[in-house]
């Protein structure tokens, strides 16, 4: 019985201390909240704890988190058996084991301060593979640029060379000799690249080769490269990189300056073709004009020649019309009598022969 009232007055009590009792529910609210993120810094500081015993203490990290977890386990089973207990003389219990097990600020600062740097190392690393693989993919976008701008070389000057400038002009086909002459050029000029690469491949591989072999030299001879040494060529390198992005910039401008000079030449090589024609019409043209100028020459020479004797014909008979003169009416009588008398002295002759012959 007296333990029935202990029972029923220690719960009374811990009813009458207990602080959430005095809250409402937005209050409640707002302190489950606030728990929840305390309880998320928590969980991220104890990830942190056990990747850094994982990284530093792999042998022990096991035995650490076991005692972690054991304490937990005692504080537990302390917090079971004092609940028919006095409350307060639980949570002093539970204070005095935390403690125990807790961290010093300094030993966090210092977890903190290695994680940070193994997570800066990690993000250098992946910047490093980040860039090689961006200037991989930048070496094959050049390629292609590369293969796409001699593609459309070759392209322009297979339409120019074989299928405009071989076709028959009487059959309207290319012709054959042209187009294997032109493939004949095309491999002679491809195997006279693979061998200037071949041998500059051969050069790289005994350049690499002499490299090597200094390196392996100063490796003998203790003479290895220091931290000092690799950030001073990191900087170097890093300095190559933008002038060789720099130069590729400039490579880039020049590529378009080139392209535009292509369509430009074009361009002319298309008004040059036009004009080129169009100086061949005119010359055939001029060549038919001045043949017909020969002839018109030649036929005002003769029109010249039958012009001058008209004239001098004309002359002349202006000058025999200038000299006539009209006879007198007595003479013209006179004229008329002596022939109408030599008329009969013909006629009788005429009869006298006729009689004669008769």
Do not use: W
Not at 79 to 102: C, E, I, P, Y
Not at 120 to 126: L, N
Not at 142 to 155: F, G, R, V
């Amino acid at each position: 019985m007296a333990d029935s009232e202990s029972m029923s007055l220690d719960t009374s009590n811990e009813a009458g201390d207990d602080p959430l009792m005095d809250l409402n529910d937005e209050q409640l609210d707002k302190l489950i909240q606030q728990k929840m993120i305390e309880n998320q810094v928590l969980q991220n500081e104890t990830q942190m704890f056990e990747k850094y015993l994982k990284k530093s203490e792999p042998k022990d990290s096991g035995g650490a988190l076991g005692g972690i977890g054991a304490g937990l386990t005692v504080s537990s089973s302390n917090q079971d058996l004092s609940r028919g207990m006095n409350r307060k003389r639980s949570k002093s219990r539970g204070a005095n084991l935390d403690k125990s097990l807790r961290l010093t600020t300094e030993q966090k600062c210092d977890i903190a301060q290695k994680e940070l740097d193994d997570l800066k190392e990690d993000i250098e690393k992946y910047r490093d593979n980040c860039e090689r693989v961006i200037d991989n993919f930048r070496a094959i976008m050049e390629e292609c640029e590369l293969t796409l701008s001699e593609t459309k070389k070759e392209s322009y000057e297979f339409e120019r060379d074989i299928l405009k400038g071989a076709v028959n002009q009487r059959t309207g086909k290319v012709i054959a000799e042209k187009v294997s002459r032109h493939f004949e050029n095309k491999i002679l000029s491809r195997d006279t690249l693979v061998e200037k690469l071949r041998l500059k491949n051969s050069q790289l591989k005994v350049q690499k080769m002499k490299l090597d072999l200094q390196f392996k030299q100063k490796e003998e001879m203790g003479e290895a490269l220091h931290e000092v040494d690799f950030q001073q060529l990191k900087i170097e390198n890093e300095q190559y990189l933008e002038k060789i992005d720099e130069k590729n910039t400039e490579l880039m401008d020049l590529k378009l300056k080139a392209s535009k000079s292509l369509q430009v030449l074009n361009s002319y090589k298309k008004k040059l073709h036009t004009l080129t024609m169009e100086s061949e019409r005119l010359k055939s043209e001029i060549s038919s004009r001045n043949e017909l100028l020969t002839k018109i020459d030649a036929e005002t020479t003769v029109v010249e020649d039958e012009r001058a004797k008209a004239e001098k014909i004309n002359r002349k008979l202006r000058q025999q019309l200038t000299d006539f003169r009209v006879p007198d009416v007595m003479d013209y009588v006179t004229e008329k009598a002596d022939l109408y008398e030599i008329q009969r002295k013909s006629f009788g002759i005429d009869c006298m022969m006729r009689n004669c012959l008769g």
